[in-house]
Protein backbone atom coordinates (compact mmCIF):
# COMPACT_ATOMS: atom_id res chain seq x y z
CA UNK A 1 0.00 0.00 0.00
CA UNK A 2 2.97 2.42 0.75
CA UNK A 3 4.24 1.65 -2.79
CA UNK A 4 0.84 2.39 -4.58
CA UNK A 5 0.28 5.39 -2.02
CA UNK A 6 4.09 7.03 -3.29
CA UNK A 7 3.07 6.59 -6.66
CA UNK A 8 -0.03 7.77 -6.61
CA UNK A 9 1.29 11.07 -4.82
CA UNK A 10 4.03 11.11 -7.20
CA UNK A 11 2.17 11.35 -10.56
CA UNK A 12 -0.33 13.83 -9.11
CA UNK A 13 2.67 16.03 -7.83
CA UNK A 14 4.14 15.76 -11.70
CA UNK A 15 1.27 16.20 -12.93
CA UNK A 16 0.57 19.77 -11.42
CA UNK A 17 3.51 21.31 -13.26
CA UNK A 18 3.84 22.69 -16.40
CA UNK A 19 6.95 22.19 -18.18
CA UNK A 20 8.00 25.82 -17.52
CA UNK A 21 9.20 24.43 -13.92
CA UNK A 22 7.45 26.36 -11.56
CA UNK A 23 3.85 26.70 -11.28
CA UNK A 24 1.20 26.20 -13.98
CA UNK A 25 1.37 29.72 -14.21
CA UNK A 26 5.22 30.34 -15.95
CA UNK A 27 5.80 30.96 -19.88
CA UNK A 28 8.91 31.02 -21.65
CA UNK A 29 9.71 34.55 -20.63
CA UNK A 30 8.57 34.45 -17.65
CA UNK A 31 4.90 36.21 -17.47
CA UNK A 32 2.06 34.57 -16.80
CA UNK A 33 0.54 32.00 -19.06
CA UNK A 34 -2.68 33.48 -18.69
CA UNK A 35 -2.13 36.31 -20.55
CA UNK A 36 -1.89 34.44 -23.86
CA UNK A 37 -2.60 30.63 -22.49
CA UNK A 38 0.77 29.41 -24.60
CA UNK A 39 1.77 27.38 -21.80
CA UNK A 40 -1.23 25.46 -20.53
CA UNK A 41 -1.67 21.69 -21.65
CA UNK A 42 -4.23 21.92 -24.79
CA UNK A 43 -5.27 18.34 -24.17
CA UNK A 44 -3.85 14.89 -22.17
CA UNK A 45 -3.15 11.59 -23.41
CA UNK A 46 -6.13 9.36 -23.09
CA UNK A 47 -5.18 6.24 -21.41
CA UNK A 48 -7.42 3.00 -20.64
CA UNK A 49 -4.79 0.80 -18.62
CA UNK A 50 -1.81 2.16 -17.41
CA UNK A 51 -1.20 3.93 -14.64
CA UNK A 52 2.08 4.71 -14.20
CA UNK A 53 2.80 7.42 -16.95
CA UNK A 54 0.49 10.35 -18.27
CA UNK A 55 1.23 12.56 -21.30
CA UNK A 56 0.00 16.40 -21.74
CA UNK A 57 0.10 18.34 -25.11
CA UNK A 58 1.05 21.82 -25.10
CA UNK A 59 0.50 24.02 -28.39
CA UNK A 60 3.87 23.51 -30.91
CA UNK A 61 3.46 19.82 -30.41
CA UNK A 62 5.40 19.82 -27.06
CA UNK A 63 4.65 16.81 -25.04
CA UNK A 64 5.69 16.69 -21.37
CA UNK A 65 5.49 12.96 -20.32
CA UNK A 66 4.91 12.31 -16.34
CA UNK A 67 5.91 8.76 -14.98
CA UNK A 68 5.12 7.73 -11.64
CA UNK A 69 8.44 7.64 -9.90
CA UNK A 70 8.60 11.49 -10.41
CA UNK A 71 10.44 11.71 -13.42
CA UNK A 72 9.39 13.92 -16.63
CA UNK A 73 10.55 14.36 -20.04
CA UNK A 74 9.55 17.37 -22.14
CA UNK A 75 9.48 15.71 -25.95
CA UNK A 76 10.47 18.35 -27.95
CA UNK A 77 9.92 18.49 -32.19
CA UNK A 78 12.09 18.76 -34.43
CA UNK A 79 13.54 21.75 -35.73
CA UNK A 80 11.71 23.62 -32.56
CA UNK A 81 13.50 25.86 -29.46
CA UNK A 82 13.66 24.49 -26.59
CA UNK A 83 11.53 26.48 -23.91
CA UNK A 84 13.06 28.69 -21.66
CA UNK A 85 12.97 28.89 -18.14
CA UNK A 86 11.95 25.44 -17.90
CA UNK A 87 11.97 23.28 -14.49
CA UNK A 88 15.21 21.65 -13.41
CA UNK A 89 13.34 18.59 -12.95
CA UNK A 90 12.54 17.95 -16.40
CA UNK A 91 14.80 16.22 -18.78
CA UNK A 92 14.58 17.16 -22.16
CA UNK A 93 14.41 15.20 -25.46
CA UNK A 94 14.52 16.39 -28.60
CA UNK A 95 13.45 14.88 -31.82
CA UNK A 96 14.34 12.90 -33.54
CA UNK A 97 14.97 10.37 -29.97
CA UNK A 98 18.05 8.36 -31.16
CA UNK A 99 21.19 6.16 -30.37
CA UNK A 100 18.81 4.69 -27.33
CA UNK A 101 20.67 2.45 -24.76
CA UNK A 102 17.90 0.16 -24.64
CA UNK A 103 18.13 -2.28 -21.24
CA UNK A 104 14.49 -2.72 -20.52
CA UNK A 105 13.54 -6.27 -22.07
CA UNK A 106 10.25 -6.12 -22.47
CA UNK A 107 10.64 -2.50 -23.99
CA UNK A 108 12.12 -3.66 -26.97
CA UNK A 109 9.28 -5.51 -28.65
CA UNK A 110 7.57 -2.60 -28.91
CA UNK A 111 9.97 -0.30 -30.87
CA UNK A 112 10.31 -3.55 -33.01
CA UNK A 113 6.53 -2.96 -33.19
CA UNK A 114 6.98 0.60 -33.85
CA UNK A 115 9.49 -0.57 -37.26
CA UNK A 116 12.11 1.35 -34.90
CA UNK A 117 14.60 -0.33 -34.32
CA UNK A 118 16.71 1.67 -36.17
CA UNK A 119 16.31 4.40 -32.92
CA UNK A 120 18.15 1.80 -30.84
CA UNK A 121 21.92 1.87 -31.00
CA UNK A 122 23.43 -0.09 -27.97
CA UNK A 123 21.43 -3.07 -26.07
CA UNK A 124 22.16 -4.37 -22.51
CA UNK A 125 21.22 -7.82 -24.07
CA UNK A 126 23.47 -9.93 -26.37
CA UNK A 127 21.77 -10.76 -29.00
CA UNK A 128 21.64 -14.73 -27.94
CA UNK A 129 19.10 -13.46 -25.06
CA UNK A 130 16.72 -11.26 -27.55
CA UNK A 131 13.95 -14.01 -28.66
CA UNK A 132 12.53 -11.28 -30.92
CA UNK A 133 14.36 -11.83 -34.28
CA UNK A 134 14.30 -8.33 -35.47
CA UNK A 135 16.30 -7.22 -32.62
CA UNK A 136 18.61 -10.68 -33.01
CA UNK A 137 19.23 -10.11 -36.50
CA UNK A 138 20.12 -6.09 -35.88
CA UNK A 139 22.64 -7.04 -33.37
CA UNK A 140 24.29 -9.80 -35.36
CA UNK A 141 24.63 -7.30 -38.10
CA UNK A 142 26.22 -4.87 -35.88
CA UNK A 143 23.45 -1.97 -36.29
CA UNK A 144 22.56 -2.72 -32.17
CA UNK A 145 25.82 -3.31 -30.40
CA UNK A 146 25.95 -4.25 -26.78
CA UNK A 147 26.96 -2.31 -23.97
CA UNK A 148 27.12 -4.18 -20.96
CA UNK A 149 24.08 -5.00 -18.57
CA UNK A 150 22.36 -2.27 -16.50
CA UNK A 151 25.10 -2.89 -13.37
CA UNK A 152 28.11 -2.43 -15.53
CA UNK A 153 27.34 -0.25 -18.97
CA UNK A 154 30.28 0.50 -21.23
CA UNK A 155 30.35 4.13 -20.47
CA UNK A 156 33.13 4.65 -23.33
CA UNK A 157 30.74 2.80 -25.71
CA UNK A 158 27.69 5.00 -24.68
CA UNK A 159 29.46 8.32 -25.18
CA UNK A 160 30.94 7.04 -28.57
CA UNK A 161 27.65 6.14 -29.51
CA UNK A 162 26.31 10.04 -29.10
CA UNK A 163 23.55 8.08 -26.54
CA UNK A 164 20.67 10.66 -26.14
CA UNK A 165 19.10 8.19 -23.39
CA UNK A 166 19.24 4.83 -21.45
CA UNK A 167 15.84 3.02 -20.69
CA UNK A 168 16.35 1.10 -18.18
CA UNK A 169 14.37 -1.27 -16.26
CA UNK A 170 13.62 -0.83 -12.26
CA UNK A 171 16.66 -2.81 -11.64
CA UNK A 172 18.78 0.25 -11.94
CA UNK A 173 17.08 1.11 -8.91
CA UNK A 174 19.97 -1.49 -6.81
CA UNK A 175 22.89 0.38 -8.90
CA UNK A 176 21.98 3.86 -8.32
CA UNK A 177 25.33 4.92 -8.76
CA UNK A 178 25.29 3.99 -12.59
CA UNK A 179 22.42 5.97 -13.03
CA UNK A 180 24.19 8.98 -11.33
CA UNK A 181 27.09 8.14 -13.35
CA UNK A 182 24.90 8.34 -16.81
CA UNK A 183 23.19 11.26 -16.16
CA UNK A 184 26.88 12.64 -15.14
CA UNK A 185 27.86 12.42 -18.57
CA UNK A 186 24.90 14.17 -20.11
CA UNK A 187 22.83 10.50 -20.74
CA UNK A 188 19.27 10.92 -19.30
CA UNK A 189 17.88 8.03 -18.16
CA UNK A 190 14.26 6.68 -17.99
CA UNK A 191 13.33 4.09 -15.99
CA UNK A 192 10.83 1.95 -17.55
CA UNK A 193 7.79 1.83 -14.84
CA UNK A 194 5.61 -0.94 -16.76
CA UNK A 195 5.91 -3.77 -14.31
CA UNK A 196 4.16 -1.93 -12.22
CA UNK A 197 1.02 -1.92 -14.03
CA UNK A 198 -1.75 -3.94 -11.96
CA UNK A 199 -3.48 -5.00 -15.37
CA UNK A 200 -1.87 -6.43 -18.19
CA UNK A 201 -2.90 -4.52 -21.16
CA UNK A 202 -1.81 -1.77 -18.97
CA UNK A 203 1.93 -3.07 -19.66
CA UNK A 204 0.93 -2.70 -23.60
CA UNK A 205 -0.37 0.64 -23.21
CA UNK A 206 2.97 2.25 -22.55
CA UNK A 207 3.40 1.69 -26.25
CA UNK A 208 1.69 5.16 -26.69
CA UNK A 209 4.56 6.51 -24.45
CA UNK A 210 7.09 5.24 -27.02
CA UNK A 211 5.36 6.37 -30.00
CA UNK A 212 5.32 9.95 -28.47
CA UNK A 213 8.91 9.76 -28.29
CA UNK A 214 9.40 8.32 -31.87
CA UNK A 215 6.66 10.58 -33.34
CA UNK A 216 4.46 7.36 -33.98
CA UNK A 217 1.06 7.87 -31.97
CA UNK A 218 -1.26 6.26 -34.66
CA UNK A 219 0.96 3.39 -35.08
CA UNK A 220 0.54 2.92 -31.08
CA UNK A 221 -2.60 3.84 -30.69
CA UNK A 222 -3.55 1.48 -33.55
CA UNK A 223 -1.09 -1.65 -32.19
CA UNK A 224 -2.92 -0.80 -29.10
CA UNK A 225 -6.51 -1.41 -30.18
CA UNK A 226 -5.45 -4.40 -31.48
CA UNK A 227 -4.85 -6.24 -28.12
CA UNK A 228 -7.73 -4.22 -26.51
CA UNK A 229 -10.06 -5.44 -29.12
CA UNK A 230 -9.26 -9.29 -27.62
CA UNK A 231 -9.92 -8.24 -24.53
CA UNK A 232 -13.44 -6.67 -25.51
CA UNK A 233 -14.59 -10.09 -26.96
CA UNK A 234 -13.95 -11.67 -23.98
CA UNK A 235 -15.87 -9.05 -21.93
CA UNK A 236 -19.10 -11.15 -22.37
CA UNK A 237 -17.87 -14.55 -21.59
CA UNK A 238 -18.21 -15.80 -18.29
CA UNK A 239 -16.34 -17.52 -15.79
CA UNK A 240 -15.03 -21.01 -17.05
CA UNK A 241 -14.68 -22.28 -13.24
CA UNK A 242 -11.49 -23.54 -14.40
CA UNK A 243 -8.21 -23.34 -12.44
CA UNK A 244 -4.68 -23.16 -13.42
CA UNK A 245 -1.71 -23.68 -12.35
CA UNK A 246 1.37 -21.13 -13.30
CA UNK A 247 4.72 -22.14 -13.00
CA UNK A 248 8.62 -24.09 -13.69
CA UNK A 249 10.57 -26.64 -11.68
CA UNK A 250 14.23 -25.44 -10.69
CA UNK A 251 17.14 -26.86 -11.19
CA UNK A 252 17.13 -27.67 -7.24
CA UNK A 253 14.04 -29.00 -7.63
CA UNK A 254 11.50 -26.67 -6.06
CA UNK A 255 8.47 -25.41 -7.81
CA UNK A 256 8.70 -21.39 -8.53
CA UNK A 257 5.29 -20.38 -8.93
CA UNK A 258 3.63 -17.15 -9.89
CA UNK A 259 2.62 -14.42 -7.14
CA UNK A 260 -1.34 -14.01 -6.67
CA UNK A 261 -2.86 -10.89 -8.28
CA UNK A 262 0.41 -10.90 -10.51
CA UNK A 263 -0.12 -9.75 -14.31
CA UNK A 264 0.05 -13.35 -15.29
CA UNK A 265 -2.37 -14.26 -13.13
CA UNK A 266 -4.67 -11.59 -13.98
CA UNK A 267 -4.38 -13.08 -17.54
CA UNK A 268 -5.37 -16.04 -16.73
CA UNK A 269 -8.55 -14.51 -14.80
CA UNK A 270 -9.26 -12.08 -18.30
CA UNK A 271 -9.37 -15.08 -20.40
CA UNK A 272 -12.22 -16.90 -17.98
CA UNK A 273 -9.89 -19.02 -15.40
CA UNK A 274 -9.26 -19.17 -12.05
CA UNK A 275 -5.48 -19.05 -10.84
CA UNK A 276 -4.95 -22.32 -8.18
CA UNK A 277 -3.18 -20.31 -5.74
CA UNK A 278 -5.83 -17.23 -4.24
CA UNK A 279 -3.29 -15.70 -1.52
CA UNK A 280 0.09 -16.99 -2.91
CA UNK A 281 3.29 -14.49 -2.15
CA UNK A 282 3.61 -11.34 -0.10
CA UNK A 283 1.30 -8.45 -1.87
CA UNK A 284 3.78 -6.03 -0.59
CA UNK A 285 6.71 -7.08 -1.88
CA UNK A 286 7.96 -6.23 -5.74
CA UNK A 287 8.63 -9.76 -7.01
CA UNK A 288 6.29 -11.70 -9.09
CA UNK A 289 7.19 -15.47 -8.31
CA UNK A 290 7.65 -17.57 -4.85
CA UNK A 291 9.52 -20.81 -4.32
CA UNK A 292 7.60 -23.94 -2.90
CA UNK A 293 8.96 -27.31 -1.52
CA UNK A 294 7.51 -29.22 -3.86
CA UNK A 295 5.02 -30.90 -1.03
CA UNK A 296 3.98 -27.52 -0.25
CA UNK A 297 3.47 -27.32 -4.07
CA UNK A 298 1.90 -30.30 -4.54
CA UNK A 299 -0.87 -29.61 -1.45
CA UNK A 300 -2.64 -27.15 -4.09
CA UNK A 301 -1.73 -27.25 -7.12
CA UNK A 302 -2.47 -31.18 -7.74
CA UNK A 303 -6.10 -30.93 -8.14
CA UNK A 304 -5.44 -27.60 -10.97
CA UNK A 305 -7.57 -28.34 -14.10
CA UNK A 306 -4.92 -26.97 -16.33
CA UNK A 307 -1.15 -26.85 -15.98
CA UNK A 308 0.71 -23.91 -17.80
CA UNK A 309 4.69 -24.65 -18.14
CA UNK A 310 6.62 -21.45 -18.03
CA UNK A 311 9.62 -22.56 -20.28
CA UNK A 312 10.63 -18.87 -20.57
CA UNK A 313 12.91 -20.42 -17.60
CA UNK A 314 12.48 -23.69 -16.44
CA UNK A 315 13.46 -24.75 -20.52
CA UNK A 316 11.21 -25.81 -23.16
CA UNK A 317 9.57 -29.51 -23.06
CA UNK A 318 8.35 -31.65 -25.95
CA UNK A 319 6.50 -34.37 -24.31
CA UNK A 320 4.58 -34.97 -20.62
CA UNK A 321 7.43 -37.61 -20.14
CA UNK A 322 9.82 -34.71 -19.94
CA UNK A 323 7.71 -32.94 -17.43
CA UNK A 324 7.48 -35.62 -15.17
CA UNK A 325 11.28 -36.45 -15.40
CA UNK A 326 11.49 -32.99 -13.30
CA UNK A 327 9.39 -34.19 -10.42
CA UNK A 328 8.03 -37.81 -10.38
CA UNK A 329 4.72 -35.85 -8.08
CA UNK A 330 3.56 -34.01 -11.43
CA UNK A 331 2.39 -37.41 -12.30
CA UNK A 332 -0.48 -37.20 -9.69
CA UNK A 333 -1.38 -33.89 -11.11
CA UNK A 334 -5.28 -34.01 -12.03
CA UNK A 335 -3.89 -32.30 -15.13
CA UNK A 336 -1.12 -34.19 -16.12
CA UNK A 337 -3.75 -37.19 -16.12
CA UNK A 338 -6.33 -35.25 -17.97
CA UNK A 339 -3.31 -33.86 -20.84
CA UNK A 340 -4.49 -30.61 -19.72
CA UNK A 341 -0.60 -29.67 -19.84
CA UNK A 342 0.90 -26.47 -22.04
CA UNK A 343 3.95 -25.00 -22.26
CA UNK A 344 4.71 -21.58 -23.33
CA UNK A 345 7.17 -20.38 -25.90
CA UNK A 346 9.99 -18.98 -24.95
CA UNK A 347 9.24 -14.99 -26.25
CA UNK A 348 6.11 -15.12 -23.55
CA UNK A 349 7.81 -12.33 -21.80
CA UNK A 350 9.40 -10.20 -24.47
CA UNK A 351 6.41 -10.08 -26.18
CA UNK A 352 4.64 -6.87 -24.08
CA UNK A 353 2.78 -6.05 -27.05
CA UNK A 354 0.88 -9.13 -27.61
CA UNK A 355 -0.62 -9.40 -24.49
CA UNK A 356 -4.01 -9.27 -25.20
CA UNK A 357 -3.43 -12.09 -28.02
CA UNK A 358 -1.68 -14.30 -25.07
CA UNK A 359 -5.09 -13.88 -22.99
CA UNK A 360 -7.33 -14.78 -25.83
CA UNK A 361 -4.83 -17.80 -25.93
CA UNK A 362 -5.21 -18.69 -22.42
CA UNK A 363 -8.99 -18.38 -23.23
CA UNK A 364 -8.79 -20.86 -26.40
CA UNK A 365 -7.23 -23.23 -23.90
CA UNK A 366 -9.90 -23.36 -21.33
CA UNK A 367 -12.67 -23.31 -23.77
CA UNK A 368 -11.85 -25.89 -27.06
CA UNK A 369 -10.11 -28.84 -24.69
CA UNK A 370 -9.34 -31.96 -26.39
CA UNK A 371 -11.50 -30.51 -29.56
CA UNK A 372 -8.95 -27.75 -30.24
CA UNK A 373 -5.70 -27.07 -31.69
CA UNK A 374 -2.24 -28.19 -30.46
CA UNK A 375 -0.38 -25.35 -30.70
CA UNK A 376 -1.91 -21.70 -29.91
CA UNK A 377 0.11 -18.46 -30.94
CA UNK A 378 2.41 -18.43 -27.37
CA UNK A 379 1.67 -21.79 -26.09
CA UNK A 380 1.98 -25.26 -27.63
CA UNK A 381 0.18 -29.00 -25.76
CA UNK A 382 2.43 -31.51 -24.39
CA UNK A 383 1.72 -35.02 -25.00
Known amino acids: MKRIRFLALALAAALAFSPLGGCAASSPGGTAAGQDGAWQPERSME ?7 AVDYYRGGYALISISDGSRFLVVPQGKQVPEEIGEDIVVLQQPVE ?30 DWYIE ?10 ILYAGKYNAPDYELILSNSCSLAIENTMINH ?22 ESHPLGRTEWIKLYGVLLG ?11 QAAYLEELASEENTGKTVAFFYISSSGYAVARKSGDYVTKMIELAGGNYIFENLGDPEKATSTVTLEMEQFYATAKDADYIIYNS ?26 NGNVWCTDKNLFQETTQLGLMISDIHQMLVQGDDGPDELHYMYKLR
Open 134 to 143: NAKEAMERGE
Open 216 to 226: KEEEAQRLFDT
Open 99 to 128: NLYLVATSTMCLFDALDSLQSIRLSGSRAE
Open 47 to 53: LQYAKNF
Open 175 to 196: SPEVKEKLEELGVPVLVEQSSF
Open 312 to 337: TIGGELSSLDELIAKCGLLADFRAVQ
